[in-house]
């Protein structure tokens, strides 16, 4: 029986995620970064980049960018839970790191930003329309500036996982968006933390769409109980390094690697 697609079961996607990695690995594609063309994760090969980017002149781009808002970044806004007039449903988490660059020094001063589903896998957003339901507390956006030592903390409930419909019984692996802006709108980079332990890895095309474990490792925060604050929230740590071998995966403008 044929199937359409959106429709395939968990098992081929299984079998094609252990084909593109076997694949790669023959063609000597660098384990850590993603594949763009990743047939497992259906929309990516439409969405991939299949020419050269065109070079913009940064300076152009800047004219017409979007500034970081019409004040400045609040410390305020790196707590989730505050937003609104009551207290958000869910687990209450802090997430805290360092953002470095490849030799272990502090990227200061950048502008992160986050945002994330509620604890019922569902975002406040028109296009989202899992059945589940949204949390009038809990907006799931936020963002915050790099101390001198590249440290950041959010103050956060821990999201739920969510379908999104790639094939038949389609399950997000928990996660949080970080966006990275660097010293320019130009400079975006954006990544995703993933909670440990989380049973649906292996089973999920877009954190599969890299093949080497320890890159897909470094997307993981890590419980951190010197984080964790009695009576109120857990805590992790999770570190993003820019650039180097270990690097954290980021959306690069390359292509198929």
Known sequence: ?????????????????????????????????????????????????????????????????????????????????????????GERIIVAGRVLDGEGRPVRNQLIEVWQANASGRYVHKRDQHPAPLDRNFTGVGRAITGDDGSYRFVTIKPGPYPWRNHRNAWRPAHIHFSLFGNAFTERLVTQMYFPGDPLFALDPIY??????????????????????????????????????????????????
Do not use: C, K, N
Request: hydrophobic residues 35%; aromatic residues 6%; proline residues 8%.
């Open 1 to 89: 029986m044929s199937t359409t697609p959106g429709d395939e079961p968990q098992e081929q996607i299984s079998r094609e995620i252990a084909q593109m990695h076997a694949a790669a690995a023959d063609r000597g594609v660098p384990a850590r970064h993603a594949l763009r063309d990743f047939a497992p994760y259906r929309s990516s090969t439409f969405r991939h980049p299949t020419h050269a980017l065109v070079r913009t002149d940064p300076e152009e781009i800047e004219r017409v960018a979007p500034a970081f808002g019409h004040v400045d970044v609040d410390p305020y806004e790196s707590d989730l839970t505050i937003q609104h007039s009551g207290d958000p449903l």
């Open 208 to 257: 599969q769409a890299i093949p080497d474990q320890a890159a897909r490792d470094r997307l993981i925060g890590a419980y951190d109980h010197s984080l964790t604050e009695p009576e109120r929230a857990t805590g992790y740590r999770w570190d993003i390094v820019l650039t180097g071998a270990t690097a954290t995966w980021m959306e690069h403008e390359h292509g198929d690697h």
